[in-house]
């Protein structure tokens, strides 16, 4: 496997955005997160392995 092991991939495409903010007192939301869900490449690799 040319990338690490650890890298997270998506079955899907992700659709990134940055959560609204709480109300109040508070630094602002800034970090996008995804609506899916990420599985490790060795994860991937292994899945795809047992299907052959």
Request: charge should be positive.
């Amino acid at each position: 496997m040319d990338a690490s092991e650890g890298l997270l991939v998506y079955l899907e495409a992700p659709q990134p955005y940055v959560p609204v903010s709480k109300p109040g007192r508070g630094r602002k939301n800034s970090s996008y997160v995804s609506d899916k869900k990420s599985i490790k490449a060795k994860q991937l690799k292994a899945e795809l392995e047992r299907e052959h």
